[in-house]
């Protein structure tokens, strides 16, 4: 008969402990085998939905929970402040200001929790997370000055970040599934599956997520995407050239289209449901028989021509889908890969086979709909046919290729060997650090979330914000010239006399209304520090305009 170990709030937040403190894959998966292992199957639920980045809807908001934290502590509102501008994270600052439970001071009612002593993580989720939303704000703040007056230290911690919604931690989810794989003895592919899409903690749906029967498959449930690695060598280095497939590498919202017993559903990568925000690839659907699953991009697309992601952009987030701008920023799904047919998962089948399936599929149901196409093969005579077509990139508004072996299956997450990204050198520009702001994290005490600016005339004005790319040894030197450069102080960004010059990279560009350079950037990052420069050696906002594409 099943039976597990009494597993208490305080030892979901010794897990986080252990996974925070540690960069060891080994250790991580060890801690997290160990947990499951013990852990009732509520419990593990609500732990596998925190794990991999799931969040509960925020029932407070952060400012009255900083007045009710400044009032429990018993400080100025300033102090908080500063201690917050010093540690870097609401949650943290939270938990270190408040007393511990044996030298609270301040009255409290702990008879509106609904239980005493320690309890397992899904009751504090279940019966005080998720119910606080629904009270008024004196009974809110009561409950929580409860909680913070009953929990200490760690679990304290991780109570704070569970209510901020903040909740992160460094393990993956295919940590997670190779825990759990480990310990249910399930193949990791039918756990990852089984955590895509939707679906709530509770013991039911932990029991079945471990389950050794494999044939369930939900009616909307995607599956789990097969990532490119980034190609690392000459391409030449991958063999014969007809052993490979080459397609275009899209910048838009990768996707999985879904018909199963008649219904429709359109899943984007983030594991969100995006149906209703694409209602011209939802309306394919009932053209599509059931049990059919394709991999594709969502692209802004009008006769027959890729549009900019900006375009894109005006359609993401909107809760109001107008006339005007389903015309203006039309949208297509071009798929490459298809995943299941008739109801049975052809993932194992190489690819050759399932792109023959997927083209005779969109030929035969949706022959010339603008919506669903099919992602062309590039065709090349060899690798440098291939690379003189690849040079062409930024002309066809794509990121590069991407290079598939024909014989390859479709695998879970990113594997190294069949599926490659061949992409384009992003643009590079040179430009001034004019702004500071301490990071978050382990990173709270250090200048590390930075803004830079390009010139204007004989003006440097603000460009880009960057955060990655520099050394730990770099970081200290930058933290270091902040502070004994700061000119003004704008709550917690410093203003910096306008000395270093770095080189930022980044991957697209477009015009902005909201930015006050009249430009945005995709993905921006830092590539090197350039010592070698001085400030008017940086380049002009004339020379980023003209990187901007004819379209935009």
Known sequence: METHIPVFMHTFAQLYATLDETTRTSVKIEALTRYFERSEPADAAWAIFFLIGRRVRQAVPLPTLRAWAVEAAGIPDWLFGECYDAVGDFAETVTLLLPEPDEWTVDVDRSVLPFEGPQPLHRWVEEVLLPLRDQDETMQRAIVQAVWATLGGTERFVWNKLITGAFRVGVSQQLVVRALARVSGVDSSTIAHRLMGEWTPSETFYRTLLARDTTDADV????????????????????????????????????????????????????????????????????????????????????????PFAQLQRRIGR????????????????????????????????????????????????????????????????????????????????????????????????VRGDWWKWKVAPYTIDAVLIYAQRGSGKRASLYTDYTFAVWDGDRLTPFAKAYSGLTDEEIRQVDAFVRRNTLEKFGPVRTVTPELVFELAFEGIQRSNRHKSGIAVRFPRILRWRRDKRPADADTLEQVRAMLPEES
């Open 220 to 307: 909307s449930r995607p599956y789990p995407f097969c990532l490119a690695h980034p190609l690392d060598a000459d391409p030449e280095t991958l063999g014969p050239i007809d052993e490979w497939q080459a397609e275009w590498k899209w910048d838009g919202i990768r996707s999985q289209l879904i018909r199963r017993a008649g219904r429709t559903f359109l899943w984007s990568r983030g594991e969100e449901l995006i149906t209703d925000r694409f209602p011209e690839i939802a309306a394919i659907g009932a053209l599509l028989p059931d049990g059919i699953v394709i991999d594709g991009e969502v692209l802004p697309w009008k006769d027959g021509v890729v549009l």
């Open 319 to 414: 809760k109001n889908l107008t006339k005007a701008i389903l015309d203006e920023a039309p949208v297509a799904l071009l798929a490459y890969d298809l995943l299941e047919l008739n109801g049975v998962d052809v993932r194992n089948q190489p690819l050759e086979r399932r792109r023959a399936e997927l083209e005779r599929l969109i030929a035969t149901c949706v022959p010339g709909n603008q919506a669903l196409l099919i992602s062309p093969v590039v065709v090349a005579a060899d690798w440098d046919d291939l690379a003189a077509q690849w040079a062409t990139s930024r002309e066809r508004n794509v990121e590069g290729l991407m290079l598939k072996r024909r014989s390859s299956p479709y695998r879970v997450g990113r």
